[in-house]
């Protein structure tokens, strides 16, 4: 595999292959501050992503920026759940 003088990669016959798919980068660091666990594979998928397209491996590339999409929301929901239980666990303890 060779690369053209802006670093995107190329098929020796087809010329340049598709852009990068988005990393989700940003929503993998909000993740984080929503919830750690979950919201570190995010950012784990999320900057594997840019690796994976500069490797020549789209396809791979492409379900890493799902997964990261897809831990950011499990995150996030898990932030939102979390959230609620302790709400109600408050208004049922002053009960």
Not at 31 to 41: E, H, K, S
């Amino acid at each position: 595999m060779t690369h053209c003088t802006d670093k995107q990669p190329v098929d020796g016959e087809h010329g340049p292959l598709a852009p990068p798919p988005a990393s989700h980068l940003p929503l993998a660091i909000l993740a984080i501050i929503a919830f750690f666990p979950l919201g570190v594979m995010s950012l784990t998928r999320s900057v594997t992503v840019g690796n994976l397209w500069e490797q020549g491996d789209y396809d791979a590339s492409v379900r890493a920026s799902a997964d990261a999409k897809s831990w950011a929301m499990r995150s996030f929901s898990a932030a939102v759940a979390l959230t609620v239980l302790a709400s109600v666990g408050v208004l049922l303890g002053q009960r």
